[in-house]
DNA sequence: ACAAGGATACCT
DNA sequence: GGTATCCTTGTC
């Protein structure tokens, strides 16, 4: 079905690299006998203490002890009162970084997602693992550079025009997802 | 355009 | 202890 994702492999300071690795991966949400998969088609990084959106950027706290830690774990938080966020923490240990999951095929919006898939703090420091009931798989699946787009994050207007306006985010357009499903689930792409 | 809503970090 | 702010969403 596919080939489950490790912790080494999120582990390199190229969080920017991750993320837009990230964009074809499936998230798997299995909860009792039921599981879900849903390919991921929107991200954005989140790196290191110098990025002003970063969470990190404030240096450890109870809440970014997360993000200190080696790759390969989910980083959840809630905010506004009303939405979980679910980041994937990457990099080596010590080096605070972290990928936001901001959309899939068919949810779009990251506070979305978390209510989809019931994903809440209990999973924040938990390995990204089949046993921990979430985790990501490489399915072979790959979009053409051409239906990937690259713009400033969501509403990190706070961290100033330097941080803000980095080109972290990465999203697949939605027309492109749903054409390479198709031809998914027909045997025609992937392996 | 804006309220909802609770955790968090930082202040007095 | 008080409070400004928040990696959003749904409804106005």
């Known amino acids: 079905m596919g080939r489950v994702i490790t912790a080494a492999q999120v582990q390199s300071q190229d969080t920017v690299g991750i993320a837009r690795w990230l964009l074809g991966k499936a998230l798997v949400r299995t909860r009792g006998a039921t599981a879900r998969s849903l390919l991921i088609t929107e991200v954005e990084a989140y790196d290191s203490e110098q990025d002003l959106a970063c969470h990190a950027s404030r240096g450890r706290t109870p809440r970014t002890e997360t993000l200190y830690r080696a790759g390969g774990i989910w980083y959840v938080y809630f905010v506004y009162g009303m939405h979980h966020m679910l980041n994937l923490v990457t990099g080596p240990e010590g080096h605070p970084a972290a990928v936001l999951i901001r ?14 898939l019931k994903i809440g703090r209990n999973l924040n420091g ?27 994050r969501i509403g990190v207007e706070y961290a100033g025009p330097r941080w803000a306006g980095k080109r972290w985010r990465f999203f697949v357009e939605p027309g492109k997802v749903a054409a390479r499903n198709a031809a998914v689930s027909q045997g025609a792409v992937g392996h």
């Open 103 to 116: 959309g899939l095929d068919s949810i779009r919006g990251p506070g979305r997602i978390t209510r989809a």
């Open 126 to 152: 938990i390995g990204a693992t089949p046993e921990a009931g979430l985790h990501l798989e490489d399915r072979g699946i790959d979009f053409a550079r051409r239906s990937i787009r690259a713009t400033p």
